[in-house]
């Protein structure tokens, strides 16, 4: 615990903690076991009250969002405050992600992390441009020792912003745990976020799974709820007979201005029997992509529908799961009448409850009928060769046993130097990328190096020439072919041009774009020396910011921009200032 020297904020440190506690208790008995401090860390933001755009752990495109989005009334520029004593661990700088982000090491074992910010206080940024400049680059990821950047609790380390992968101005702050770099819920640690809302139940489903694997054919069917404020039913009892899975549509609202988040933890009983539990209290960065298993992943490609399962597969590494009964498989077969429940919680102890009977029946269940197709195993790697393409599943790519299909398609018209090779179907996910090697038909010499693989959207899956093939690692399933890229990146001047004064600008922007391999790097020179360029992804805005480095007078700028097969574009103008 960070202890404060000066006994009067002790004792309002203590009148703190004690009213955090009563208002945060109930959630952490509730789903806990873990013990969090509550009163070492202040609010990363000034602004009253907090509200969220995001929620820890909610779906996400293909990961649970591992933070939380605190809403900056859609402007940028909010101090951010270090929201306890520690050290600056990381300086990270991305074209995507994060953008411009912050992590603190506290002396009470956790890391907190701050996101998509604006600009960093001015002795980091100092320490931050020396570094760029030390290695030419704009990207860095560096890891300064504990004696380097010390801040205090409430100190200002950076203000808001929208960099990286931000859909719109606001902070995204983490508290992880520093030795193991699992992410932790941040309410648990007396973030508080003013909340008496319910969650709200949209939807119930029943999936038929009688002894399947679950896939995109399952049968499913929808049931009739209705409600609110907490309390919901179904429209009438629910005939069931063999094993089946249930799933749920949740969200959830705090108070004032908030989005539509997620809720923290989903039961479900049978006969007032727990069978199923799933709990964001934390998850490891490498476990997230199976956020694709959690869900109906099929309904979420097709209708963006996000229906969480309430039974699990067998490869899915989740450790979000508690109270398992045969992974939330329930058999009905007894001919009983049963009654099932599901209690739905946000983080702060709200709950709302959908009781809803079911009829069991009595027929014996009819075994499976298995399509045609390869069986591969979840548990095992598996792999796959024909005459002009090999395949190779490595253990952990699975989530379930796969009945595995393969088909050859036409050539496509076009840029195009082999047949379609369609590998399964995009309704299965996948937890890491599979290994491919397509025969390349033939392609010249003078394109090897240009050759890579897409997928039938045209998108670039990478890719190398070895021994007649070109090898990547897509990471999902779908159909892909051998494509070539020779055409240099594009590069397109905003505000500059041959011979114009600069002397009343501050920066120097253009737009670059790359046609199908995309952008691996940029580089400015201005009369010879490295400058610094800045790279917006979301918005393919490229910039430099003048300072004490150009001089008054006639300068030459040269920027160079290279994509993933090396071909280069070069983009030189004479300027003053």
């Known amino acids: ?44 933001l000034d602004i009253s009250p907090p509200a969220l755009a995001g929620s820890f752990g909610e779906i996400r495109g293909n990961h649970f969002h591992s933070g ?34 912050l992590y603190i090491n506290h002396p009470n074992g956790f890391t907190t992390v701050y996101g998509h910010l604006q600009r960093f206080a001015p002795k980091i940024a100092t320490i931050v441009k020396n570094l760029e400049y030390e290695k030419k680059s704009f990207e860095i ?9 010390p801040v205090h609790k409430g100190e200002i380390i950076a203000w808001s912003g929208n ?34 809302i319910p969650p709200v139940i949209h939807g119930l489903y029943v999936y038929r799974l009688n ?42 609202r705090h108070n004032g201005l908030s989005g539509t988040n997620g809720v923290y933890s989903i039961q479900l009983e049978v006969d007032g029997k727990k069978v199923y539990t799933s709990a964001l209290e934390r998850f490891a ?57 599901y209690i739905i919680t946000d983080s702060k102890g709200n709950s709302s409850v959908l009781p809803f009977t079911v009829n069991a029946g ?46 050859k398609l036409p050539k496509p018209m076009g840029n195009a130097w082999s047949a379609v090779h369609q590998i399964h179907n995009r309704y299965t996910p996948l937890h890491i990328g599979f290994d491919i090697s397509i025969k390349a038909d033939n392609l010249p010499e003078n394109l090897r190096s240009k050759a890579l693989i897409v997928n039938s959207n045209g998108s670039s899956q990478g890719g190398s020439f070895d021994n007649g093939y070109i090898k990547a690692t897509p990471k999902n399933f779908g159909s892909f072919y051998i494509a070539t890229d020779t055409i240099a990146p594009r590069i397109v001047p905003v505000n500059i041009a041959e011979g114009k004064n600069m002397a009343g600008l501050s920066k120097i922007f253009f737009r670059i774009s790359d046609n199908l391999s995309g952008i691996k790097s940029f580089n400015g020179y201005i009369d010879g020396k490295w400058a610094l360029m800045e790279f917006d992804t979301k918005t393919a805005t490229l910039w430099h910011s003048f300072d004490e480095r150009t001089a008054l007078g006639k300068h030459i700028l040269e920027l160079i921009v290279v994509d993933m097969k090396e071909n280069t574009r070069k983009y030189t103008v004479t300027f003053f200032r």
């Not at 719109?168 to 973030?191: A, M, S, V, Y």
């Not at 995109?216 to 929808?222: V, Y």
């Not at 014996?364 to 090999?390: M, Q, R, T």
């Open 1 to 44: 615990m960070i202890k404060n020297p000066i006994q009067y904020k002790l004792k309002f440190s203590i009148s703190i903690c004690l009213l955090f506690a009563s208002v945060f208790v109930q959630a952490q008995q509730i789903f806990s076991t873990n013990k969090y401090p509550i009163t070492d860390f202040r609010q990363p």
């Open 68 to 101: 939380i989005d605190f809403r900056t009334n859609q402007r940028e520029g909010y101090p951010v405050y270090a929201v306890a004593d520690g050290y600056i661990s990381r300086l990270r700088v991305q074209n995507s992600g994060f953008g411009q982000a």
């Open 141 to 149: 990821d560096e890891f300064p020792d504990a004696t380097l950047i």
């Open 163 to 196: 960099r990286g992968s931000s859909g719109g101005p606001h902070l995204h702050f983490e508290i992880r745990d520093t030795k193991t770099e699992e992410t932790i819920n941040p309410q648990f640690f007396g973030i508080i976020i003013p909340d008496n």
């Open 211 to 252: 002894g399947k694997s679950f896939n995109e054919s399952t049968p499913k069917q929808a049931i009739g709820i209705s409600g609110a404020n907490g309390s919901y039913k179904t429209s009438a009892p629910v005939s069931l007979t063999g094993e089946v899975g249930f799933g749920i549509v949740v969200t959830d």
């Open 285 to 341: 960065f490498e476990d997230s992509k199976a956020i694709n298993s959690h869900i109906d992943y099929p309904t979420y490609l097709n209708t963006k529908r996000s229906i969480q399962k309430s039974f699990v597969e067998p490869g899915n590494p989740l450790k979000i799961y508690s109270g398992l009964v045969n992974s939330g498989r329930i058999n009905f077969n007894d001919g009983a009448t049963h009654q099932l429940r």
């Open 362 to 407: 009595s027929a014996p269940i009819v075994a499976p009928v298995i399509p045609a197709g390869i069986i591969y195993l979840y548990n095992k790697a598996n792999e796959f060769n024909s005459e002009d393409i090999k395949v190779v599943f490595p253990l952990g790519t699975l989530y379930s046993d796969l009945n595995f299909n393969y088909k």
